[in-house]
T-cell receptor, first 113, second 116 residues
Framework: DGGITQSPKYLFRKEGQNVTLSCEQN?????MYWYRQDPGQGLRLIYY???????QKGDIAEGYSVSREKKESFPLTVTSAQKNPTAFYLC????????????FGPGTRLLVL | AQSVTQLDSHVSVSEGTPVLLRCNYS??????LFWYVQHPNKGLQLLLK??????LVKGINGFEAEFKKSETSFHLTKPSAHMSDAAEYFC??????????????FGKGTKLSVKP
């Protein structure tokens, strides 16, 4: 069963804590993406990676970090520097070429305690 | 620069009546355009995609969209709404330049409500 998985479905963060969101794909896609979704704002790009061991900042990278050590995995860490982390986080993957469709995971909702 | 504007933040229709969700785009290049649907607390699912092969694009669940270059529009339609169509819909354009090929620009979304 091919697709993208994200875990956990819900995540709670305490003040000053770093938390890591998992994203795994078995679609053999080169490119992976992290988005943040807030009500009424659509999706905003946090980080993206077009190949293993390489990634670029998106539009709202401050307070976040990523790694891409394996083709199928692209974890996102929400650091304590992110002052407003409460949001729905979506991971996606695609082939690298122009105009390729992005396929999305089910999302992780991050809440602050 | 590329951009996308969804003209309505909320659309309400009765079951069995037509659906029209409006989208305008701006692009210096021949764009790739998408419509995605999102049900509450779920990921996004691709409804359809335009890549210049045909201006009328048919998607899943009876949806279709027409690319009109002269109007820079890519409106989503369905002849007859079903209760299960209630969701949020996103119009999306793909960046086609520089080092960010494949990155997507999302509209702010249109929430579709379907009344019995």
């Amino acid at each position: 069963d091919g697709g993208i998985t994200q875990s956990p479905k819900y995540l709670f963060r305490k003040e000053g804590q770093n938390v890591t969101l998992s994203c795994e794909q078995n679609l053999n896609h080169d490119a992976m993406y992290w988005y943040r979704q807030d009500p009424g704002q659509g999706l905003r790009l946090i980080y993206y990676s077009q190949i293993v061991n390489d990634f670029q900042k998106g539009d709202i990278a401050e307070g976040y970090s990523v790694s891409r050590e394996k083709k199928e995995s692209f974890p996102l860490t929400v650091t304590s520097a992110q002052k407003n982390p409460t949001a729905f986080y979506l991971c996606a993957s695609s082939q690298r070429d122009v105009g390729q469709t992005q396929y999305f995971g089910p999302g992780t909702r991050l809440l602050v305690l | 620069a590329q951009s996308v504007t969804q003209l309505d933040s909320h659309v309400s229709v009765s079951e069995g009546t037509p659906v029209l969700l409006r989208c305008n785009y701006s692009s210096s290049y021949s764009p790739s355009l998408f419509w995605y649907v999102q049900h509450p607390n779920k990921g996004l699912q691709l409804l359809l995609k335009y890549t210049s092969a045909a201006t009328l694009v048919k998607g899943i669940n009876g949806f279709e969209a027409e690319f009109k270059k002269s109007e820079t529009s890519f409106h989503l339609t369905k002849p007859s709404a079903h209760m299960s169509d209630a969701a949020e819909y996103f119009c999306v354009v793909s960046k086609n330049y520089g080092g960010s090929q494949g990155n997507l620009i999302f509209g702010k979304g249109t929430k579709l409500s379907v009344k019995p």
